[in-house]
Each structure stands twice: as structure tokens, then as C-alpha cells.
């Protein structure tokens, strides 16, 4: 059994609070680096407002999350980045001997400027830092879910929540290079509120203040030197905290970002699920992100989208649980578009407007990228990835390294492309040029797995 360090009682958020009751979920979470990165270790804040919280044994709940994840009320000020509180687990399995993790919460901007708080994990790696400090990798994880117990800083298993089991290649390569990795829940998940599903700003955000977040960790030694890294839905939220990184993190040194198989062209994507009669596989992204997207944007109501019948039927199927059992729910519905959505949705100039602010690719990348993707991933297709850097990365001038990884699917791209991941990682560190594909045909080249 794992160990936390903390000084609550009380260790599961029940039921009764003010949380919206589609946050609850019946299983909890484990996914991305964390279903890697398998325990949480020590815990401290060097800031004034943050706690340190002694050690007890892990609770698990069908019914909520430890109310660490509560924050206090109201929230003490802080700037983005700045801890909250922290606390330590030991005894979990896969991490490598001498790492240490710790799971945060952390200060962070909603994308109208208020405080909140956003939960997430760090993992320290074994042995001394180099001058400076360890560089950081800020990973961004992909779809787990839409409920609080799909948060991947729970770390426990998320197939049996309905989740994803495996999301990432190999933690112990990455720390084993010399990288610390700091990993956001993303604004909502784990903590209360809507999480605004596929909402680049919010996301990119959380990504960048977990990177913040780990510099104030003592014994961490993280330094502002940052590598971004995402998958899927976390290689839009990459995407878009690569853009970000210049306004809304000047004091972070992020030198690269990676996103393999991102979620891009979402204005696409959200007008063709809703004209046509696509299978619930697609309804499984577009209905939470149109939900989730009405619950954030002030100026988006959810009857631009949705019936009033199917704004209920989305809710109530989204609290089904984790990602798997919402895909279960759905097909065993039989659902359709017209299930959701308004008439005329596909169409209606709000909807359309607030989809393009979530497509990648509107602002110019400072920092090299390096882009993976599939041939064999059938749930972001690569003609979708073409798209986005044939024609947003590209002709915006970013200097991007896209990489087809063959017969690669969606859940093995990560491994599959670990070894051209972690080199140019490194040769990022190593400040050696970044190369560039956008003059080449197709704007790719072809990478071929060493076990293929």
C-alpha cells in the first residue's frame, strides 16, 4: 500500500459538496505519465502559502478524491505557479530507486484571469542536478475522462475507471536522461469546476504552471529550462502552451514542445460530428468539449449547441465515469448527433467561432517542435495532423520536425517514437539547431521503429 503525507482526517471530498454531482465518478483515476510513474514520494512548499503535510496511509473511495484535492476557501493569493500544498506517497511500484514524486496543487489563471486551483505530480529523478538544475519536462496527458476521479495525479488504476492504462513510453528513460517531469491534471479535473475538455488556453495554461510549480518543490532543484509534452488531447494542450509560453510564461526557458498525435483542426471536427451521422466514437469528444466549452465561456450558452434534452443526456452520460465507460454508454445508446445537438448547430456562428479558438496553429510557436504521428491511429487520423502542419505550423513560420512513425496506432505512438522523442529532447538541452521538415514534400518524413 502506498503512503501519502498528510494532515487531514477526512480524506475523501463526499458527495455533499458543492461540487456539480457529474464530477463524481465511480472509480479512481490512473493514467498518462502517471500510470508510468506509478507513487508519489516527498512533499514540501517553500511558499508561505503552501502546506506540508505529514504522512498516512492512501484512501481509496468509489464516492470521491482525498480532500487534499479540496482547496481552502477562499483561496489564499498566489501567483501562477505557486504551491498550494503538496504531499508525499511511498511504496508504489515502477518508479526508478531514489525518484521521487510529488503530487501539487498548484495556482493557476482561468482564461478570464481568475485564481483557481490546479492539481498535478512532479517526479524528481535520482542523483545530483546538473548547474542549474534538473530541465523539465511538462507533460500533458491525454483523454481520461471528464469526472474528478479521472485525474491522473490519483494514481491508481484507470482501466477499471474506464480509462486508458497506458499512455506513455517508459518514465524511468526520461528521468534516466537527466529530465524532471512535472504533469498537470489540467483546471477541473480532480478539482472542482467544469474541465474545460479540449479548451487549448485553459489547458496550455496548466501545462505551463506545473512547470512553475515544480521550481518551488525543495529538493526538486527544477530549473526554468522546460521541454513540453503532449499526447492526444494533450497534444493540443501542448500546442497551445507552447504558443503561450511567451505572454503568459516569460520567466520559463521552454526550448522545445512535442505533441504526438494532437487533437488539432477542432473547428473541423466539431461542424462535421454535428452535420453528419458520425459514430459515437467522435460524439465521445465533441459532446464533453461543447458541454464543457458552454460551462466555461461566458458568452457561449449551451442551447447554441445543444437541445435542452440533449444538453441532459450529455450530462448524463459524461457521469458515467472515465473515458471507456462514457465510449460503452454512448454505443450502447445508439447515439446519434441528433441525440445532442440544436438544429442548425453546424452553422451557427458562435458555435463556429469559439471552435477556431481551440485550433492550434493561429499563433507562431517561438520554440522548435517536433510532431509524431501514427500511421495506424484511427482516432486522430494522420490526414488531420497533415492538415495542421501543411497548413497552420508550416506556412506560419514554426520550425517543426514532422515525424509519420509507421504502423504506429494511437496508444503506441509514445513508445514507439520514444527513441526520436528523447534525442531531439536532447539535443534541444545540447542547444544543437533544431531541424525542420516544412521543406520537404508533405512537410514529413518517415520514421520507421527499430521492432517493425
Not at 444538453?311 to 471507456?324: E, I, K, M, Q
Not at 492550434?360 to 510532431?371: E, K, Y
Amino acid at each position: 500500500m502506498s503512503r501519502v503525507v498528510s494532515q487531514s482526517t477526512s480524506r475523501v471530498r463526499s458527495q455533499s459538496t458543492s461540487r456539480p454531482p457529474r464530477r463524481r465518478a465511480a472509480t479512481l483515476a490512473f493514467a498518462g505519465f502517471a500510470t508510468l510513474a506509478g507513487s508519489l514520494l516527498a512533499a514540501c512548499s517553500s511558499s508561505p502559502a503552501s502546506t506540508v503535510l505529514p504522512s498516512v496511509p492512501v484512501q481509496q473511495s468509489a464516492h470521491g478524491v482525498p480532500s487534499f484535492y479540496t482547496p481552502p476557501n477562499p483561496l489564499p493569493a498566489g501567483s501562477p505557479g505557486s504551491l498550494i500544498r503538496a504531499e508525499r506517497v511511498t511504496g508504489a511500484p515502477l518508479v526508478p530507486s531514489g525518484a521521487t514524486v510529488w503530487r501539487i496543487l498548484y495556482h493557476s489563471q482561468s482564461i478570464y484571469g481568475a485564481d483557481i486551483a490546479v492539481s498535478g505530480y512532479v517526479v524528481v529523478p535520482p542523483g545530483r542536478p546538473p548547474a542549474g538544475g534538473f530541465p523539465v519536462i511538462s507533460w500533458a496527458h491525454g483523454t481520461t475522462g471528464f469526472n474528478d476521479v479521472c485525474a491522473p495525479s490519483l494514481f491508481n488504476d484507470l482501466a477499471s475507471a474506464g480509462g486508458p492504462s497506458f499512455d506513455t513510453g517508459p518514465v524511468s528513460a526520461y528521468l534516466a536522461a537527466g529530465f524532471e517531469i512535472a504533469a498537470t491534471d489540467y483546471e477541473g479535473l480532480g478539482t472542482p469546476g467544469p474541465h474545460p475538455y479540449l479548451l487549448g488556453e485553459s489547458e496550455g495554461r496548466g501545462v505551463l504552471d506545473a512547470a512553475r510549480a515544480a521550481q518551488h518543490l525543495p529538493g526538486s532543484q527544477a530549473s526554468s529550462t522546460v521541454l513540453i509534452y503532449g499526447h492526444s488531447q494533450g497534444g493540443q494542450s501542448a500546442l497551445f502552451a507552447g504558443e503561450l509560453a511567451p505572454t503568459y510564461a516569460p520567466d520559463l526557458h521552454v526550448i522545445g514542445v512535442v505533441a504526438a498525435a494532437p487533437a488539432t483542426n477542432l473547428s473541423s471536427i466539431v461542424q462535421n460530428s454535428i452535420s453528419t451521422s458520425y459514430s459515437s466514437s467522435i460524439l465521445l469528444f465533441t459532446v464533453p468539449a461543447l458541454l464543457t466549452w458552454s460551462e466555461t465561456y461566458h458568452d457561449l450558452p449551451a442551447s447554441d449547441a445543444f437541445t435542452s434534452s440533449g444538453a441532459n443526456l450529455g450530462r448524463s452520460l459524461v457521469d458515467t465515469g472515465c473515458l471507456t465507460q462514457l465510449l460503452s454508454a454512448m454505443t450502447s445508446r445508439h447515439a446519434t448527433p441528433d441525440d445532442f445537438f440544436a438544429p442548425g448547430v453546424d452553422s451557427n456562428s458562435v458555435v463556429a467561432s469559439h471552435a477556431k479558438l481551440n485550433d492550434p496553429g493561429r499563433t507562431r510557436t517561438v520554440a522548435p517542435m517536433l510532431v509524431v504521428q501514427g500511421t495506424a491511429d484511427t482516432t486522430v487520423p494522420a490526414f488531420l495532423t497533415d492538415m495542421y502542419v501543411q497548413n497552420m505550423a508550416c506556412p506560419i513560420g514554426d520550425t517543426i520536425d514532422y515525424l509519420h512513425v509507421n504502423g504506429a496506432t494511437h496508444s503506441t505512438v509514445l513508445t514507439d517514437a520514444q527513441a526520436p522523442v528523447l534525442a531531439w529532447m536532447l539535443a534541444r538541452v545540447a542547444r544543437m539547431p533544431a531541424p525542420s521538415t516544412c521543406a520537404v514534400p508533405g512537410d514529413v518524413s518517415p520514421y520507421l521503429p527499430a521492432h517493425r
